[in-house]
């Protein structure tokens, strides 16, 4: 055998004192093996478990997976604590003023979302003409040659003209 890096010898056959190779069987003791039977997932978890910890603090723990943590403890009778659930709130329309880009057509008056007499207009032709029947790429495209710019100051696109179309609608309602 030749030396590994660092001038280390690897292996007994050659080497130049004749010391034996390298074992590293000794030091499976620092490793804990456990096949991951459900037996061995019960017999490990529902210590754990019966302590208060949940699923998931036990998968952190252990390594084992949530799913495999819960089929063990529940074929084996274990009745599992009810679940937490947080329920999403529901969204209410902000009343006042937001942060970020008002809406074409749109102006913030004492707090209040108000139509903008100066935008409204181009709001009022593009929802004519795509009841018309034009499309919305159509559209966007006569606002552009009519050099009309959007919010930002940028150009009109196809998916800008649908959102101010479809809000105008949605407002009407």
């Known amino acids: ?18 010391a034996p190779p390298l074992s590293i ?3 499976h003791d620092i490793i804990r093996f456990s096949p991951n039977t459900a037996e061995n997932l019960f017999r490990i978890c529902a ?5 208060g910890l949940s699923l ?5 723990q252990t390594g084992f997976a949530r799913s495999s943590i819960r089929e063990a403890l529940t ?4 009745v599992l604590r009810p679940t937490k659930r947080c329920q999403k709130r529901k969204w ?17 008056l004492e707090g209040r979302l ?4 100066r935008e409204y207009k181009t709001v009022l032709q593009a929802v004519r003409w795509w009841k018309s029947g034009k499309s919305y790429t159509a559209i966007a495209k006569l606002l552009n040659d ?8 940028k150009r009109w696109t196809h998916s800008v003209v649908k959102r101010v179309i479809e809000r105008h609608l949605e407002s009407e309602k």
């Open 25 to 27: 069987s000794k030091y």
């Open 92 to 108: 209410k329309k902000p009343t006042a003023m937001r942060s970020g880009v008002i809406p074409y057509g749109y102006a913030y």
């Open 56 to 60: 998931r603090e036990i998968e952190r």
């Open 1 to 18: 055998m030749s030396p590994g890096a660092h001038g280390i010898w690897f292996g007994g056959i050659g080497h130049p004192t004749g």
């Open 146 to 153: 009519k050099k009309v710019p959007t919010r930002l100051g």
């Open 47 to 51: 210590p754990l478990y019966e302590q």
């Open 75 to 78: 074929e084996r009778g274990l």
């Open 114 to 117: 108000v139509v903008d007499p």
